[in-house]
T-cell receptor
Framework: EPEVTQTPSHQVTQMGQEVILRCVPI?????FYWYRQILGQKVEFLVS????????KSEIFDDQFSVERPDGSNFTLKIRSTKLEDSAMYFC???????????FGPGTRLTVT | AQKVTQAQTEISVVEKEDVTLDCVYE???????LFWYKQPPSGELVFLIR??????QNEISGRYSWNFQKSTSSFNFTITASQVVDSAVYFC??????????????FGKGTKLSVIP
Protein backbone atom coordinates (compact mmCIF):
# COMPACT_ATOMS: atom_id res chain seq x y z
CA GLU A 1 0.00 0.00 0.00
CA PRO A 2 1.43 3.42 -0.95
CA GLU A 3 2.51 5.58 1.94
CA VAL A 4 4.01 8.95 2.68
CA THR A 5 7.66 8.78 3.71
CA GLN A 6 9.74 11.34 5.57
CA THR A 7 13.43 11.75 6.22
CA PRO A 8 15.17 12.04 8.54
CA SER A 9 13.19 10.50 11.37
CA HIS A 10 15.08 12.62 13.89
CA GLN A 11 17.14 15.77 13.35
CA VAL A 12 19.13 17.57 16.01
CA THR A 13 20.38 21.02 15.15
CA GLN A 14 21.79 24.07 16.84
CA MET A 15 19.83 27.28 17.14
CA GLY A 16 20.34 29.47 14.10
CA GLN A 17 21.13 26.61 11.73
CA GLU A 18 19.15 25.79 8.62
CA VAL A 19 17.33 22.49 8.35
CA ILE A 20 15.57 20.80 5.48
CA LEU A 21 12.93 18.20 6.17
CA ARG A 22 12.08 15.89 3.32
CA CYS A 23 8.90 14.14 2.34
CA VAL A 24 7.85 11.86 -0.49
CA PRO A 25 4.07 12.06 -0.85
CA ILE A 26 1.95 9.30 -2.31
CA UNK A 27 2.62 9.29 -6.02
CA UNK A 28 -0.80 10.13 -7.47
CA UNK A 29 -1.63 12.75 -4.86
CA UNK A 30 -1.85 16.40 -5.81
CA UNK A 31 -2.26 18.26 -2.53
CA PHE A 32 0.55 18.47 -0.02
CA TYR A 33 0.70 19.74 3.54
CA TRP A 34 3.06 20.31 6.42
CA TYR A 35 1.86 20.18 10.02
CA ARG A 36 3.71 20.28 13.28
CA GLN A 37 3.04 18.92 16.74
CA ILE A 38 4.85 20.28 19.75
CA LEU A 39 5.30 17.51 22.29
CA GLY A 40 2.05 16.65 24.02
CA GLN A 41 0.03 19.22 22.10
CA LYS A 42 -2.34 19.20 19.17
CA VAL A 43 -1.38 19.00 15.54
CA GLU A 44 -1.13 22.43 13.89
CA PHE A 45 -1.32 23.32 10.21
CA LEU A 46 1.68 25.06 8.70
CA VAL A 47 1.26 25.21 4.93
CA SER A 48 -0.53 23.67 1.98
CA UNK A 49 0.84 23.29 -1.53
CA UNK A 50 -0.87 22.61 -4.83
CA UNK A 51 0.12 23.04 -8.45
CA UNK A 52 3.64 24.09 -7.47
CA UNK A 53 2.64 26.93 -5.25
CA UNK A 54 1.55 27.61 -1.71
CA UNK A 55 -2.23 27.66 -1.46
CA UNK A 56 -2.46 28.61 2.20
CA LYS A 57 -0.19 29.15 5.17
CA SER A 58 -0.73 29.67 8.86
CA GLU A 59 0.60 32.38 11.14
CA ILE A 60 3.31 29.95 12.26
CA PHE A 61 4.67 29.79 8.72
CA ASP A 62 6.66 33.01 8.76
CA ASP A 63 9.57 34.16 6.59
CA GLN A 64 11.87 31.62 8.20
CA PHE A 65 9.92 28.80 6.56
CA SER A 66 9.76 27.79 2.94
CA VAL A 67 8.51 24.82 0.97
CA GLU A 68 9.55 23.40 -2.33
CA ARG A 69 8.73 20.57 -4.66
CA PRO A 70 12.08 20.32 -6.43
CA ASP A 71 11.15 17.34 -8.57
CA GLY A 72 8.18 15.10 -9.24
CA SER A 73 8.45 13.20 -6.00
CA ASN A 74 9.96 15.20 -3.14
CA PHE A 75 8.33 17.88 -1.04
CA THR A 76 10.59 19.77 1.36
CA LEU A 77 10.19 22.11 4.30
CA LYS A 78 13.10 24.43 5.02
CA ILE A 79 13.58 26.36 8.22
CA ARG A 80 16.17 29.02 7.53
CA SER A 81 17.33 29.88 11.03
CA THR A 82 16.00 27.53 13.65
CA LYS A 83 14.82 28.66 17.07
CA LEU A 84 14.35 26.66 20.24
CA GLU A 85 10.58 26.90 19.82
CA ASP A 86 10.80 25.15 16.45
CA SER A 87 11.44 21.90 18.31
CA ALA A 88 8.51 19.69 17.39
CA MET A 89 7.40 16.73 15.33
CA TYR A 90 6.85 17.77 11.73
CA PHE A 91 4.39 15.79 9.68
CA CYS A 92 3.98 15.80 5.95
CA UNK A 93 0.61 14.81 4.49
CA UNK A 94 -0.81 14.33 1.04
CA UNK A 95 -4.25 14.01 -0.46
CA UNK A 96 -5.52 12.93 -3.84
CA UNK A 97 -8.44 15.35 -3.97
CA UNK A 98 -9.60 18.56 -2.41
CA UNK A 99 -11.18 17.87 0.96
CA UNK A 100 -10.14 14.26 0.74
CA UNK A 101 -8.51 12.18 3.38
CA UNK A 102 -4.98 13.27 4.14
CA UNK A 103 -2.41 10.56 4.66
CA PHE A 104 0.41 11.42 7.00
CA GLY A 105 4.03 10.42 7.00
CA PRO A 106 5.69 9.06 10.14
CA GLY A 107 7.06 12.50 11.03
CA THR A 108 10.46 14.07 11.62
CA ARG A 109 11.30 14.92 15.18
CA LEU A 110 13.26 18.18 15.15
CA THR A 111 15.23 19.07 18.24
CA VAL A 112 16.81 22.52 18.36
CA THR A 113 19.48 22.98 21.02
CA ALA B 1 -13.24 30.39 12.23
CA GLN B 2 -13.00 26.67 12.57
CA LYS B 3 -12.80 25.09 15.94
CA VAL B 4 -12.78 21.52 17.17
CA THR B 5 -13.34 20.66 20.80
CA GLN B 6 -12.51 17.34 22.37
CA ALA B 7 -13.53 17.87 25.95
CA GLN B 8 -12.20 14.55 27.22
CA THR B 9 -8.47 14.88 27.77
CA GLU B 10 -7.90 11.34 29.03
CA ILE B 11 -10.08 8.27 29.35
CA SER B 12 -9.24 4.93 30.93
CA VAL B 13 -11.32 1.84 30.35
CA VAL B 14 -10.93 -1.81 31.15
CA GLU B 15 -10.49 -4.12 28.19
CA LYS B 16 -13.75 -5.17 26.53
CA GLU B 17 -15.60 -2.11 27.71
CA ASP B 18 -17.19 0.19 25.17
CA VAL B 19 -15.95 3.77 25.04
CA THR B 20 -17.16 6.91 23.26
CA LEU B 21 -14.89 9.78 22.35
CA ASP B 22 -16.65 13.10 21.94
CA CYS B 23 -16.01 15.73 19.29
CA VAL B 24 -17.82 19.02 18.85
CA TYR B 25 -17.00 21.37 16.02
CA GLU B 26 -17.74 24.92 14.93
CA UNK B 27 -17.85 26.20 11.38
CA UNK B 28 -19.78 28.80 9.45
CA UNK B 29 -19.65 26.74 6.27
CA UNK B 30 -22.50 24.52 5.20
CA UNK B 31 -20.07 22.22 3.38
CA UNK B 32 -17.23 20.75 5.37
CA UNK B 33 -15.45 17.49 6.15
CA LEU B 34 -14.83 15.74 9.44
CA PHE B 35 -12.10 13.27 10.24
CA TRP B 36 -10.78 11.05 12.98
CA TYR B 37 -7.13 10.13 13.30
CA LYS B 38 -5.39 7.74 15.68
CA GLN B 39 -1.94 8.47 17.08
CA PRO B 40 -0.51 5.37 18.78
CA PRO B 41 2.49 5.62 21.13
CA SER B 42 4.80 5.20 18.14
CA GLY B 43 3.70 8.68 17.02
CA GLU B 44 2.36 8.32 13.52
CA LEU B 45 -1.06 9.70 12.54
CA VAL B 46 -3.36 7.04 11.18
CA PHE B 47 -6.43 8.02 9.17
CA LEU B 48 -9.62 6.38 10.44
CA ILE B 49 -12.60 8.06 8.77
CA ARG B 50 -13.76 11.02 6.68
CA UNK B 51 -17.34 12.31 6.51
CA UNK B 52 -18.77 15.16 4.51
CA UNK B 53 -21.35 17.48 5.97
CA UNK B 54 -24.11 16.19 3.73
CA UNK B 55 -23.77 12.61 4.84
CA UNK B 56 -25.21 12.13 8.30
CA GLN B 57 -25.42 8.37 8.10
CA ASN B 58 -23.70 6.64 10.95
CA GLU B 59 -20.84 4.43 9.95
CA ILE B 60 -19.58 1.18 11.38
CA SER B 61 -16.26 -0.43 10.65
CA GLY B 62 -15.63 -3.51 12.72
CA ARG B 63 -15.48 -2.42 16.35
CA TYR B 64 -15.47 1.25 15.39
CA SER B 65 -18.56 3.36 14.82
CA TRP B 66 -19.14 7.04 14.27
CA ASN B 67 -22.18 9.15 15.06
CA PHE B 68 -22.48 12.40 13.11
CA GLN B 69 -25.19 14.83 14.23
CA LYS B 70 -25.32 18.21 12.51
CA SER B 71 -28.01 19.43 14.89
CA THR B 72 -25.54 19.29 17.76
CA SER B 73 -22.38 19.80 15.66
CA SER B 74 -20.97 16.57 16.98
CA PHE B 75 -19.03 13.72 15.45
CA ASN B 76 -18.54 11.12 18.14
CA PHE B 77 -16.48 7.96 17.91
CA THR B 78 -17.30 4.73 19.70
CA ILE B 79 -15.04 1.75 20.16
CA THR B 80 -16.90 -1.41 21.06
CA ALA B 81 -15.24 -4.13 23.12
CA SER B 82 -12.03 -2.13 23.51
CA GLN B 83 -8.65 -3.81 23.26
CA VAL B 84 -5.22 -2.87 24.57
CA VAL B 85 -4.14 -2.08 21.01
CA ASP B 86 -6.73 0.71 20.96
CA SER B 87 -4.64 2.65 23.46
CA ALA B 88 -3.67 5.84 21.65
CA VAL B 89 -4.44 9.52 21.31
CA TYR B 90 -7.42 10.10 19.06
CA PHE B 91 -7.82 13.36 17.18
CA CYS B 92 -10.94 14.77 15.62
CA UNK B 93 -10.36 17.21 12.75
CA UNK B 94 -12.35 19.56 10.54
CA UNK B 95 -11.75 20.79 7.00
CA UNK B 96 -13.76 23.41 5.16
CA UNK B 97 -14.96 23.16 1.55
CA UNK B 98 -14.00 24.96 -1.70
CA UNK B 99 -13.41 28.69 -1.63
CA UNK B 100 -12.71 28.76 2.07
CA UNK B 101 -9.10 27.73 1.97
CA UNK B 102 -6.92 24.84 1.10
CA UNK B 103 -8.70 22.11 3.04
CA UNK B 104 -6.16 22.14 5.78
CA UNK B 105 -7.16 20.19 8.83
CA UNK B 106 -7.98 21.90 12.09
CA PHE B 107 -7.39 19.41 14.86
CA GLY B 108 -8.85 19.10 18.32
CA LYS B 109 -6.51 18.68 21.25
CA GLY B 110 -6.99 14.94 21.25
CA THR B 111 -8.27 12.37 23.72
CA LYS B 112 -5.80 9.96 25.22
CA LEU B 113 -7.40 6.55 25.55
CA SER B 114 -5.82 3.96 27.83
CA VAL B 115 -7.23 0.45 27.71
CA ILE B 116 -6.27 -1.53 30.77
CA PRO B 117 -5.95 -5.30 30.43
Amino acid sequence: EPEVTQTPSHQVTQMGQEVILRCVPISNHLYFYWYRQILGQKVEFLVSFYNNEISEKSEIFDDQFSVERPDGSNFTLKIRSTKLEDSAMYFCASSRRQGGEQYFGPGTRLTVT
Amino acid sequence: AQKVTQAQTEISVVEKEDVTLDCVYETRDTTYYLFWYKQPPSGELVFLIRRNSFDEQNEISGRYSWNFQKSTSSFNFTITASQVVDSAVYFCALSEAPGAGSYQLTFGKGTKLSVIP
